[in-house]
């Protein structure tokens, strides 16, 4: 775990349960994410990722089971506001009205929180960590993906978040840039003791950063512990997920070749 | 339907807490109420002056035949004022502002945007609905007093140059004069008023409750704009037949 854990909060998951029209998705999670730690819950499309970290940041209320933040429930928005949860969206969910720096500053101008210029410089501040400097004026159209997914963590940071949620952050990026980004989430978990919970399906990433990892399937968590653990898993299901690649057997032949003209 | 009605008069219950924010929010009313003046105001000039005009062609003949020309200032007055001017701006405004007001927010919801302001503990009411619901509010009733004007217009320059109805300008202003007071243009404002607010918040309510990427957009921009103008003629008549007692 990270030295730098005292910023961070406890999130604290008990029986938690949710089903859609009779289908149950998270079937009685119950984990704990201590102080400064960099979590990762990953597992296949439809696994109930994206289900889990909308009950974790309190957009779904649960059917059953307790969410807690320092022993608070995260249902009230004042529980998070107070222990200042971010998260960072698949999409980056940049509002495409407002600049680079609009959304950045989104939060400090809308709570009114800080005068204008001192908003500027915080955004300035901000978006020169993740290497955005001179972004300001642009709109988010105008940005690659991975500038996209950089500019929204850029914008919760500019909470000083306690605890920050990341939704697939390497998703639809190529591998420099989602490497870039993993830097990035590490370096934030270790400069700032950041609690930080990170869903993806990326299993380099996550076992690049992870100091704790759980693998979600059909609503379940499978294995949960440090990588070494989870590689070692004897779960078929598990296994399966975790050492799936490309290697095909037989291997593919190379097709039929037009004769070359005499 | 009743489901989505009792959610539309939820949202509405919700925005009307806001208002007290509203001094809060003035520089994105300010942004609504250009955006819409921008997109309407001259569809809505062309659609009065012929609205006016057709109305005098209609009528003025069959009046000038039973040699009560000198009515029709106030039947173009009247027609204009109470019923024409708030319905057909307010068909319009739905059409052009409610169809926008659903495709932006039903974009933001499915893009995440609209989960995003929450997690920043920004309500998307006080955000998004409120300061689009108090624009209409505004933009409508003034867009029907251009409307009721220039209608007038209309009626005026058909009436005067049609040689079925040969009035002469004078009278046609006189007739008008004669027939329509402040309250005839108030109780038109007021019926605009209550229709601003339902085409608000029913495109409000129809963008923020989008599912199922550009398709489900497609859908909630067409809901928006036909339960739009489904309660423009409801509350039309409800709001006629209240006024009328009023009176």
């Given at each position: 775990m990270s030295p730098a854990s005292s910023h961070g909060v406890r999130l604290e998951v008990r029986g938690l349960a949710k089903s859609y029209n009779g289908q149950p998705?998270?079937?009685?999670l119950t984990f704990t994410v201590e102080r400064g730690e960099l979590f990762v819950i990953m597992g296949p499309s439809g696994s109930g990722k994206t289900v889990l970290l909308k009950h974790l940041i309190g957009l779904e209320p649960p059917d059953a089971g307790e969410i807690l933040l320092e022993g608070e429930p995260v249902g009230p928005p004042e529980t998070r506001s107070r222990h200042r949860v971010a998260m960072v969206f698949q999409s980056g969910g940049l509002l495409h009205s407002l600049t680079v720096a609009e959304n950045v500053g989104l939060y400090l101008a809308e709570h009114r929180l800080k005068p204008p210029a001192e908003i500027r410089r915080i955004v300035a501040d901000k978006l020169a960590l993740l290497g955005?400097?001179?972004?300001?004026?642009?709109?988010?159209?105008?940005?690659s993906g991975g500038m996209k997914k950089r500019v929204a963590i850029a914008r919760a940071l500019v909470v000083e978040p306690q605890l920050i949620f990341y939704d697939e952050p390497t998703s639809e990026l190529d591998p420099l840039i989602a490497v870039t980004i993993g830097r990035e989430i590490l370096r934030l978990n270790r400069t700032l003791g950041v609690t930080s919970v990170v869903v993806t399906h990326d299993r380099d990433l996550a076992f690049g950063i992870a100091h704790r990892l759980a693998v979600l399937h059909a609503g379940r968590f499978l294995a949960l512990g440090i990588p070494a653990e989870v590689q070692a898993h004897s779960d078929p299901t598990v296994r399966q997920f975790l050492h799936a690649d490309f290697r095909f057997e037989p291997k593919p032949q190379p097709g039929p070749v037009a004769p070359s003209p005499p | 339907m009743f489901h989505d009605l009792g959610e539309v008069l939820l949202l509405l219950g919700r925005t009307f807490r806001a208002l007290p924010h509203t001094v809060r929010q003035g520089r994105k009313v300010l942004e609504q109420l250009h955006e819409i003046g921008n997109a309407s105001l001259l569809m809505a000039c062309l659609l009065s002056l012929f609205i006016g005009g057709v109305l005098a062609l209609q009528t003025g003949p069959v009046l000038a035949e039973r040699g009560l020309h000198n009515f029709i200032g106030q039947i173009v007055g009247l027609s204009m004022c109470r019923e024409l001017a708030p319905v057909m701006m307010a068909v319009l405004i739905a059409g052009r502002i409610g169809s926008a007001m659903a495709a932006e927010l039903g974009s933001m919801q499915v893009y995440q945007e609209i989960d995003a302001l929450r997690t920043l503990s920004i309500h998307p009411v006080h955000y998004l609905v409120l300061p689009r619901l108090v624009a209409i509010s505004v933009a409508l009733p003034t867009l029907v007093v251009f409307s009721i004007l220039v209608g007038w217009v209309g009626g005026a320059l058909v009436s005067v140059t049609n040689y079925q109805i040969s009035i002469s300008l004078h009278g046609y202003v006189k007739s008008l004069g004669n027939g329509v007071d402040v309250m005839d243009v108030i109780n038109g404002l007021l019926k605009s008023l209550g229709f601003a607010v339902a085409i608000g918040a029913i495109a409000c309510h129809q963008g923020l409750s989008t599912t199922g990427g550009p398709r489900g957009i497609g859908r909630s921009v067409t809901k928006a704009v036909v339960n739009s103008i489904v309660m423009i003629l409801l509350l039309d008549y409800v709001f006629t037949r209240l006024l009328m007692h009023l009176d």
């Open positions: 998705v998270l079937r009685g955005l400097a001179g972004t300001e004026e642009r709109w988010p159209a105008e940005l | -």
